[in-house]
């Protein structure tokens, strides 16, 4: 009887089905590309290959759009530290002509002890190679692809021109890097970094060269983390703001589901009113016409997520082929939040219609007209 309802008026049980459709597609995509993208910068850090990340006092963990304000020398301070094997200090700078993004200011003179190759594998040059000029940029793979750009080619970066020397497999660091001294002079932080990276002979020394470093006079209030340890705080919880645009997205998500479910199962109620009368009649209680409503719920609420499922998969992958850049992840674990939050926010709206139903007197009903 319960799906005979459905089927007996198929345009009102489809717009249902969409909108909880609609509903958990949000979620998985927006959420996914939330995290997906915190996971992927979180990865492109890893991908450095440094040990130990020092940064400026009172800076959050993330690594963000600030300027430089830490002197190059503190480099040589870190060098010093028993068993550092490569410091790399790097500018970071976000530019927001047209998306926003971060550059990376680092060094790649092979005579320098500041080389950034020195902290892990170099770069792997798919095009080109290291920067010929003060205006050279480098840029990975996936933005490559995604600009159809190739070495030679112009990009307009901090209101200058800068010529692709190199197109390098992503994943280390940024996705766009220029000559550390080019990103100094055009912020006006001369002889200044944002980021240390620390190589140590063996990682399982990382925790005890953290510790020295924060026990060097001046250094007490700098960020001083291992890898290991930003990795590990690289979470929806710790990152400022992700977590209430989560809940945000998720409120807005229960309020699509439980309008619609509300609005579809009154109009049912109302028209089935003698139906209703008739069963009551026979003899169905009031839990009975009450499991019937909210079982008709359920059954739109299945259909709607298993059609969302469908629909994120889809754009997730039409989304990828599309903007390389954008990570959408779609866990298990957010897969089966999805669903259950489209069935709260179902049930939610269908409880008062139920009761509603419910509540009808037989002789009431048989005589509505």
């Known amino acids: 009887m319960v799906f005979a309802n459905l089927v007996h008026r ?87 002509s047209g998306t926003l993004e971060v550059i990376d200011g680092i060094d790649l003179d092979a005579n320098s002890p500041n080389n950034f190759n020195n902290i892990g594998a170099p770069f792997k040059y798919l095009e080109g190679g290291p920067f010929q000029g003060p205006y050279d940029l480098l840029v990975d793979d996936y933005f490559a692809n995604q600009k159809n750009v190739h070495v030679g080619d112009k990009q307009e970066l901090l209101n200058h021109e800068f010529r692709i020397s190199g197109i390098v497999l992503h994943g280390k660091g940024a996705r766009k890097f220029v000559p550390l001294k080019t990103l100094q002079d055009l912020t006006g932080s001369v002889g200044k970094a944002s980021m240390f990276y620390v190589k140590v002979d063996d990682p399982k020394n990382a925790p005890a060269v953290a510790q020295a470093i924060k026990q060097i006079p001046g250094m007490q209030n700098y960020g001083v983390r291992t890898t290991a340890e930003y990795m590990s705080m690289m979470t929806v919880q710790n990152l400022p703001g992700l977590a209430t645009f989560i809940n945000i997205v998720i409120g807005i998500s229960v309020t699509i589901g439980f309008i619609v479910i509300f609005q579809s199962m009154y109009t049912a109620v109302m028209e089935r009113t003698r139906e209703i009368g ?21 059954l ?28 959408i992840m779609m866990t298990p674990e957010w897969a089966a939040r999805a669903a259950i939050i489209a069935i709260i926010g179902a049930l939610l709206g269908a409880i008062y219609p139920a009761f509603k139903a419910a509540q009808k007197d037989p002789i009431d009903a048989l005589a509505y007209e």
């Open 10 to 96: 198929p345009l009102r049980s489809a717009i249902s089905v969409v909108a909880i459709a609609i509903e958990v597609t949000l979620i998985l995509l927006i959420v996914g590309l939330s995290i997906g993208m915190m996971n992927d910068s979180a990865e492109r850090q890893k991908g450095i290959g440094a040990d130990i990340m020092v940064s400026p006092p009172g800076a959050s963990f993330v690594i963000g759009l600030s300027s430089s304000p830490m002197p190059l020398r503190i480099a040589d301070i870190l060098r010093k530290v028993d068993h550092v094997t490569g410091v790399a200090p790097v500018a970071m700078q976000s530019n927001t």
């Open 278 to 298: 008739i069963l009551k009649s026979l003899g169905a209680g009031k839990f009975y016409v009450i499991n019937v409503i909210l079982r008709e719920t359920i």
């Open 300 to 327: 739109l609420a299945l259909g709607g997520i298993l059609l969302g499922y469908i629909i994120s998969a889809a754009a997730r992958s039409g989304i990828r082929h599309k903007f390389p850049l954008m990570t």
